[in-house]
């Protein structure tokens, strides 16, 4: 079996070559016996899983296919897609895991997350994302008409981006006490988020982080059931 891992793919209608990319990533392992782990932000923005359109019916279709052929699909949400919940992915059989998951894959223990919450000396993101994610305003939401939700999002990618040419690179990325905190109780972190995809050692333990999609290429993590496998990204070509 493979534990294949992608994060921050950022699908939308607007980059078609990326939905190409991930169509043929499923193709790919259709017949691999897969277990797939998207750690968040799978697109550029999520209004609810009442949205429909047809770039995204082809993608339904796809991962339909990929599960039936005995695989597995499990999503994490990111700060883009936290939306994205349960009547989205029962179209395929797919699995919402909790933003913090652990797995024990080759004796090793292994943790997933999409990546922000570490990013804690980023404070004013941190305070948005808490309010932001909270139950109560996530189901308010659910509840407004698309196109107001459509017209939020565009703003909270505009506010996002203007934000963040403001910001350092170091205030961006993940906090090195966040870091060993998350690795306190297991061999293995794997995140995305930053786009900065890289493996690092951490006292002695690994921190993966998994590359964004480019035009052409991501740098993508497939783990198999074998101790002795020397970890390290995967560039995927498409």
Not at 60 to 73: D, I, P, Y
Not at 77 to 100: C, E, M, T, W, Y
Not at 140 to 156: E, T, V, W
Not at 180 to 204: E, Q, S
Request: glycine share 6%; hydrophobic share 40%; charged share 25%.
């Amino acid at each position: 079996m493979i534990h294949l891992f992608i994060a921050d793919l950022h699908l939308s209608p607007d980059h078609p070559r990326l939905v190409r990319g991930f169509l043929d990533l499923l193709d790919a392992y259709q017949d691999k016996l897969t277990q797939l782990y998207i750690l968040g932000d799978w697109f550029n923005a999520w209004i609810g899983d009442d949205y429909t359109a047809p770039w995204l019916d082809e993608i339904v279709e796809h991962l339909k296919q990929f599960t039936q052929a005995g695989n597995q699909v499990y999503f994490l949400v990111g700060n883009r897609d936290f939306a994205l919940g349960p009547d989205f992915l029962k179209q395929f059989s797919g699995k919402l895991l909790p933003d913090v998951q652990i797995l024990n894959i080759a004796g090793k223990k292994i943790r997933i997350e999409h990546g922000d919450a570490l990013c804690t000396d980023d404070v004013s993101y941190q305070r948005f994302r808490k309010i932001i994610r909270h139950p109560w305003l996530v189901s308010f939401l659910r509840k407004m008409p698309l196109s107001f939700r459509a017209r939020l999002a565009q703003g909270f990618r505009k506010k996002s981006h203007e934000a963040q040419q403001f910001k350092s690179y170091e205030v961006m990325d993940v906090n090195q006490d966040a870091v060993k905190a998350a690795l306190k109780d297991v061999d293995l972190l794997i995140h995305g988020h930053t786009h900065r995809a890289n493996i690092h050692d951490v006292d002695g333990k690994k921190r993966i982080v998994l590359g964004d999609w480019k035009e052409d290429t991501a740098q993508i993590l497939e783990l198999a059931n074998d101790p002795e496998q020397e970890i390290r990204l995967k560039i995927w070509c498409y």
